[in-house]
């Protein structure tokens, strides 16, 4: 009795695992059979970096119910989705973090009357970097007035602040070279203290305590001018490449950008990453 309680224990087992086993198949087979079915609609191209943001001239020619046309088409649509997506946000959320880095570096170092014009140049840069040109064009009566203007002042700030990076440069050398001299002589005077102390020549201990004083001061104050000079030259570095690099894509992309193409915002927009990349 028992051993026929057993050999029907194992009967169901096995018949609740192939029946377990044609379900996971037929699932499976469904799945690809959708699969295959929406490989099959090639007539839908998308635009690269996303999975749902189509590219305009196809929703256009798609609902005048036809196929794509080479008539309709316009060979900038996708790249003014890129040339949209870099200059809308990516060059001015990159100034925005630099300016933020002047203002914390001014906090800490305030500007000194030689450094007024060194700062001047960065938040020019900067302010021009952040400028949104898309909402600027679309409030200008003349777009293409409009953008000559910014290409040129993006020239006259990059020339600017390229000039005071290697006045800044050379700065930093001289501040440098200063910073080891003190270096230097505060540690020979330390040497020298420890010296009369050891000899018990505390007259002269006394005069070598005030001049340690004296060369520590001198030290620390060449140890700041270095920092807040390295500081604001790491963000000249950071900025003028940005800077460049916007320019040379305005400069290449005029047409498109004057033209004001857009990429028409619909579900998945924001898998580019354009709004909400580095907020």
């Known amino acids: 009795m028992h051993i026929e309680k057993i050999r029907k224990k194992m009967y169901n087992d096995v018949v609740q695992h192939r029946h377990r086993h044609h379900i996971h198949f037929g699932l499976l087979f469904m799945a690809c059979l959708l699969l295959a079915r929406c490989s099959t609609q090639k007539d839908l191209p998308y635009a690269q970096g996303t999975d749902t943001a189509l590219i305009p001239t196809v929703i256009l020619s798609q609902k005048k119910g036809g196929s794509p046309s080479l008539a309709l088409s316009r060979p900038s649509a996708l790249l003014g989705l890129h040339v949209t997506q870099f200059l809308s946000r990516q060059g001015g959320l990159l100034a925005k973090a630099a300016l933020q880095g002047v203002f914390l570096h001014l906090r800490r170092f305030p500007p000194s009357k030689e450094s007024d014009q060194t700062i001047a140049a960065i938040e020019k840069l900067g302010t021009l970097l952040h ?149």
């Open 131 to 279: 400028r949104n040109i898309a909402d600027s064009l679309n409030q200008s009566t003349n777009r293409q007035r409009t953008l000559n203007v910014y290409i040129e002042q993006i020239r006259e700030a990059i020339a600017e602040a390229s000039m005071q990076s290697t006045n800044l440069e050379e700065t930093l050398d001289r501040y440098t070279d200063e910073y080891r001299i003190h270096k230097s002589r505060t540690r020979t005077i330390s040497s020298e203290l420890k010296r009369a102390l050891r000899d018990t020549n505390y007259s002269l201990a006394s005069q070598k305590q005030e001049e340690l004083g004296e060369a520590q001061s001198l030290l620390a104050n060449a140890e700041v001018d270095v920092e807040k000079t390295e500081g604001i030259l790491d963000i000249y570095k950071e900025l003028l490449p940005l800077a460049e690099e916007r320019l040379t894509a305005i400069e290449q992309n005029r047409e498109v950008i004057v033209a004001g193409l857009r990429v028409v915002e619909m579900p998945g927009i924001d898998d580019l990453g354009i709004f909400d990349r580095m907020r």
